[in-house]
């Protein structure tokens, strides 16, 4: 099959869309599909990630970036690179206040519309001289999809939208009654054209069933066997420390701290002395906050964003990868893609937050660690641990299968919902 792949997000800059979109491109050019990429160049995101597929197969356009006043208020695009549009200071409730405000009237229906002319007109340029047999497109950013549909249109050819999140269902949507009235007749004027729906869980795929008739899939996010294969696995340390990691953006109330840290503060001291807690991404300011508040932060250590394959070898080395659950009851729909990395790296995984959800679900019945939502079972979490920790230099889940976890098994089945697609248009 010819595909065209469209996202915003892709290799090298370190999102988790770009993760996904990178790999699926991967899997389907090592399956010997003929694969095109349409995506921005130039993102304010760390370029981290590794391309790999051919370069030459990937068309870069630029944008028009209409957030270049608050990227300019929060300190630039290299600290929007590093930390997102957060800002610190007695101005910061007056400053989000002001840029949800900007977002409602100028981000529509996101903060990327300022792509969807650059690439539809890239777009129909390759059309004249590469026809696809399917146009696979990924959101967030929704302009993604809007431009698979106009090309869709404009060289008829059957479209698949992919939806990572919910679009004006999602329960992140922060905007008012009158816009979220036009967005909805935007979100169904693009997906009734598409052929058919992937999303990522069960609660969020039943949901979009209940307002669209076309096919639709659940495709989990996965983890790459291949980016574990040369690292090794067995720690060198013989130190007994016990090193707890936590890779990525940590972000603020929806995350909860307390249970964790109110756990170690009144942990024993000689048990305390033995643990370290790593947190390696952005928007970590809040985690050194709560750390004083309670009295740990000499045991919790904040490092900067790192290389995607540095955090995977951190990922590798430490003795339990430490997880949060959103906390809000709308989101049980919703897996962290962090989530499939953790299993890859076949670490026991310690989640903080609420038990009734999916990702804790999944964490439960495949016996991948342990879901804690109060400070007395995050102590008795630690303890354990500590205690298995003893007689091992590594704790390890080497022996619980996770093979339908990886994104070639996830893949696969998405390449069998294509097909069908394809099938029933002829």
């Known amino acids: 099959m010819r595909i065209l792949l469209i996202s915003y997000y892709f290799p090298p800059y370190n999102t988790i ?107 129909i340029q390759l059309l004249k001289t590469w026809k696809p047999d399917i146009i696979y497109a990924s959101a967030m950013p929704f302009t993604s999809l809007m431009v698979a549909r106009g090309l869709s249109a404009q060289g008829d050819v059957p ?69 574990y294969a040369d690292i090794c696995r067995r720690g060198e340390k013989k130190s007994g420390l016990v090193e707890i990691v936590y890779t990525g953006s940590f972000y603020e109330g929806k995350y909860d701290l307390a249970p ?10 000689v048990k305390r002395r033995r643990i370290r807690i790593y947190f390696y991404g952005r928007h970590l300011e809040p985690v050194r906050a709560v750390a004083r508040k309670y009295n740990v932060d000499s045991i919790v250590k904040i490092q900067p964003t790192i290389p995607y394959n540095y955090s995977l070898k951190k990922q590798l080395k430490a003795d339990a990868l430490l997880l949060f659950l959103w906390n809000n009851p709308e989101e049980k729909g919703v897996y962290t893609g962090k989530l499939f990395e953790y299993i890859g790296a076949k670490r026991p995984i310690l989640a903080v937050g609420p038990k009734d959800n999916v990702a804790a ?16 079972e995050a102590r008795e979490a630690l303890d354990a641990i500590l205690e298995k920790k003893e007689p091992f230099d590594n704790l390890s889940l080497e022996r619980i299968e996770i093979s339908k976890f990886t994104r070639e098994y996830q893949y696969s089945k998405l390449i069998r919902f294509i097909e069908d697609i394809m099938i029933e248009r002829l």
């Open 260 to 269: 964790l840290f109110a756990a170690l503060g009144r942990t024993d001291p």
């Open 17 to 123: 869309g770009a993760i996904r979109v990178g790999k699926l491109a991967k899997y389907l050019m090592h399956q010997g599909h003929e694969v095109k990429v349409l995506t921005a160049k130039d993102q304010p995101l760390p370029p981290h990630l590794p391309v790999e597929i051919d370069e030459r197969n990937v068309i870069r356009t630029h944008w028009i970036n209409i957030n270049w006043l608050p990227e300019k208020i929060v300190g630039g695009r290299e600290r929007v690179a590093k930390e997102g549009f957060s800002r610190k200071g007695r101005w910061r409730g007056i400053l989000n206040r002001a840029g949800l405000l900007y977002k409602s009237v100028s981000n529509f229906p996101d903060g990327q519309i300022g792509w969807y002319l650059p690439a539809l007109r890239a777009g």
């Open 361 to 376: 679900d999944l964490i439960r019945e495949h016996r991948l660690g342990v879901v804690v939502s109060t400070e007395n």
């Open 159 to 227: 479209w698949v939208a992919e939806l990572r999140d919910l679009w004006v269902d999602s329960h992140n949507y922060e905007y008012g009654f009158l816009r979220k009235l036009l967005e909805s007749r935007l979100e169904k004027h693009v997906l009734s054209s598409a052929k058919g729906i992937v999303t990522v869980s069960t609660p969020l795929a039943q949901k979009l069933r209940k307002k669209y008739s076309q096919p639709i899939a659940v495709i989990l996010n996965g983890y790459d066997a291949d980016d």
